[in-house]
């Protein structure tokens, strides 16, 4: 099946600082990569996806990049404010089904004021 | 327009008994799918369902049967509760097409169940 590796599974920044989250996936097959924003004891939330047929996608402060090749993809946080402090899930699909959704383990996103 | 629904929000079982965790929506979504959260782990997919009357399993569905009668109703069944199924379980839902593939799921609030 599908394997998802995120890193890193801490990340601290101080306010107004820029954060980088990485994954890997190891399906070729595998063409639509969202990240997903969950807040301590809600439920999660998609804040941008990409599909295999584009390399970089923006919306405001956040940005994903897709490099097929290696099989990696990023999430870019840019001035980086206290209420982006949360957990961060990357997954992808694949694993002998597009229907299927892999997530990883996760990244623990604390911004300092 | 409620969204995701999930019932229980909370609940405790024991070993061996069996219950159902109920999800509905009212987005007449196509796709819905069930994935339990443990701490470092992720969300770890069950099973899933692209429209009424067609399921498949997901990484983890051992332990788990699902059925989609309706589009608005996905419940997830424990045959015989063991304390590895503790977990929080989320319901999602999403808009579907064979050409379009995946999109934006919508999660319910979650079941936290213990199984001791």
């Known amino acids: 099946g599908e394997n998802v590796e995120q890193h890193p599974s801490t990340l601290s920044v101080q306010e107004g600082d820029s954060a980088v989250i990485k994954c890997t996936y190891s399906?070729?097959?595998?063409?639509?990569f969202p990240w997903y924003k969950q807040e301590l004891g809600k439920r999660p939330q998609l804040i941008i996806d990409i599909r295999s047929n584009v390399g970089e996608k923006k919306d405001q402060r956040i940005a994903v990049t897709l490099n097929k090749t290696a099989k990696h993809f990023s999430l870019h946080i840019t001035e980086t404010q206290p209420e982006d402090s949360a957990v961060y899930f990357c997954a992808a699909n694949g694993g002998g089904s597009n229907y299927k959704l892999t997530f990883g383990k996760g990244t623990l996103l604390t911004v300092n004021p | 327009n409620a969204g995701v629904t999930q019932t229980p929000k909370f609940q405790v079982l024991k070993t061996g008994q069996s219950m159902t965790l109920q999800c509905a929506q009212d987005m007449n979504h196509e796709y819905m799918s069930w994935y339990r959260q443990d701490p470092g782990m992720g969300l770890r997919l069950i099973h899933y369902?692209?429209?009424?009357?067609?399921?498949d399993q997901g990484e983890v569905p051992n332990g788990y049967n699902v059925s989609r009668s309706t589009t608005e109703d996905f419940p997830l069944r424990l045959l015989s509760a063991a304390p590895s199924q503790t977990s929080v379980y989320f319901c999602a839902s999403s808009y579907f097409s064979l050409a379009g593939g995946l999109r934006e799921q919508y999660f319910g609030p979650g079941t936290r169940l213990t199984v001791t």
């Open positions: 399906d070729s097959a595998s063409n639509y």
């Open positions: 369902s692209v429209g009424a009357g067609i399921t």
